[in-house]
């Protein structure tokens, strides 16, 4: 809403028609205008927090998802292996849309456009998954009757990758195993810690900012780290890829033992004591992280 004295700009401000309010300045009490309806300028299209960049987000995510799930089944039906690839989209398109879903569910102020990390996670995070299903790719094309008869074994994926081979349904089914456990952990941390929840690590303690440590937050310190960590490892489980697994595990691994120190270094400026507490009664659970 805008304030008279101090006018509002460069949002847009809903004017009332002229003849509302000058039958009410002639006495007409039936024509009392409504006050002036600001919109700031971030929800316009083109701010952060864009209604119309939240509603095409949203959208590309559900079509993105429907269609990768419609082809996951339809290639696993006719018993081609290649329904991996889309069912690491849909998994993508699930997680991504749920960042945003729990960020307006229970940390409305937060939510943003950027709380979808579709651009905000860096170069990294997209070079990642495209090398995923890249290798998944790679590695079908090797196998099948296509493949240049000149290409013998030293263009075969590497065999000495300390990753054993696995029956089918038992990649098929740890990978969704760590999916869905680590997608269910991930949006259990965004509920309980709701506005103390946020994508960006604080350098400053908000006023209502204050410490969880019930609920998910008793079973690991950084539940959302947690569900990150297994939900990336059991894609690449479930996508059966060997360079992959290896890869993501020593990233993810190595990303969040940094964030974690990081962020746990303005937990106890922001909560001394307690927080030093909390971390010794509560464990990560990301191997090898105290
Ligand atoms: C992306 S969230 C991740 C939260 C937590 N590390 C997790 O994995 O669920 C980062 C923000 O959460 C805050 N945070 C982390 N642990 C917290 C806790 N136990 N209680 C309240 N806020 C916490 C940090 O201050 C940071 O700004």
Same mark, same amino acid.
């Given at each position: 809403m805008s304030d008279s004295s101090t006018p509002p700009s460069p949002g847009i401000i809903h004017e009332f028609p002229r003849n509302r309010i000058e039958r009410h300045q002639n006495g007409d009490p039936m024509h009392t205008p409504p006050p002036t309806l600001y919109?700031?300028?971030?929800?316009l299209p083109g701010g952060r927090r864009? /209604?119309?960049?939240?509603?095409?987000?949203?959208?590309?995510?559900? &079509?993105? /998802?429907?269609?990768?799930?419609?082809?996951?089944?339809?290639? #696993? +039906?006719?018993? +081609?292996g290649l329904w991996r690839a889309p069912c690491f989209v849909a998994t993508l398109a699930?997680?991504?849309?749920?960042?945003?879903?729990?960020?307006?569910? +229970?940390?409305?102020?937060? #939510?943003s456009i950027s709380s979808f990390?579709?651009?905000?996670?860096?170069?990294?995070? #997209?070079?990642?998954?495209?090398? #995923?299903?890249?290798?998944?790719?790679?590695?079908?094309? /090797?196998h099948s009757d296509y493949k240049p008869q000149w290409l013998i074994l030293?263009?075969?994926?590497?065999a000495f990758l300390p990753v054993p081979e696995l029956p089918s349904h038992v990649t098929?089914?740890?990978?969704?195993?760590? &999916?869905v456990l680590g997608q269910l952990v991930r949006s259990a941390a965004m509920r309980k810690a709701r506005t103390s929840f946020n994508h960006v690590v604080q350098w400053t303690k908000r006023a209502d900012h204050t410490l969880v440590t019930d609920g998910v937050y008793a079973f690991s310190r950084h539940p959302s780290y947690f569900g990150f960590f297994?939900?990336?490892?059991?894609?690449?489980?479930?996508?059966?890829?060997?360079?992959?697994?290896?890869?993501?595990?020593?990233v993810l691994w190595k990303f969040f033992n940094h964030r974690i120190m990081h962020e746990e270094k303005?937990?106890?400026?922001?909560?001394?004591q307690d927080y030093l507490d909390y971390r010794k009664r509560t464990p990560v659970r990301i191997p090898f992280i105290r």
């Amino acid at each position: 809403m805008s304030d008279s004295s101090t006018p509002p700009s460069p949002g847009i401000i809903h004017e009332f028609p002229r003849n509302r309010i000058e039958r009410h300045q002639n006495g007409d009490p039936m024509h009392t205008p409504p006050p002036t309806l600001y919109i700031p300028p971030q929800f316009l299209p083109g701010g952060r927090r864009s /209604l119309a960049g939240v509603a095409s987000r949203a959208f590309g995510l559900g &079509i993105a /998802l429907g269609f990768s799930v419609l082809l996951t089944l339809e290639l #696993a +039906y006719w018993g +081609y292996g290649l329904w991996r690839a889309p069912c690491f989209v849909a998994t993508l398109a699930l997680f991504h849309y749920l960042e945003f879903d729990m960020t307006a569910r +229970y940390n409305p102020p937060d #939510a943003s456009i950027s709380s979808f990390l579709l651009l905000s996670n860096g170069v990294a995070y #997209a070079a990642a998954h495209t090398a #995923a299903i890249l290798e998944l790719l790679i590695r079908h094309w /090797l196998h099948s009757d296509y493949k240049p008869q000149w290409l013998i074994l030293p263009f075969h994926i590497p065999a000495f990758l300390p990753v054993p081979e696995l029956p089918s349904h038992v990649t098929v089914g740890a990978g969704l195993f760590f &999916i869905v456990l680590g997608q269910l952990v991930r949006s259990a941390a965004m509920r309980k810690a709701r506005t103390s929840f946020n994508h960006v690590v604080q350098w400053t303690k908000r006023a209502d900012h204050t410490l969880v440590t019930d609920g998910v937050y008793a079973f690991s310190r950084h539940p959302s780290y947690f569900g990150f960590f297994w939900w990336g490892i059991g894609t690449q489980i479930l996508l059966e890829n060997r360079i992959c697994f290896v890869a993501y595990t020593v990233v993810l691994w190595k990303f969040f033992n940094h964030r974690i120190m990081h962020e746990e270094k303005h937990l106890v400026s922001f909560f001394g004591q307690d927080y030093l507490d909390y971390r010794k009664r509560t464990p990560v659970r990301i191997p090898f992280i105290r």
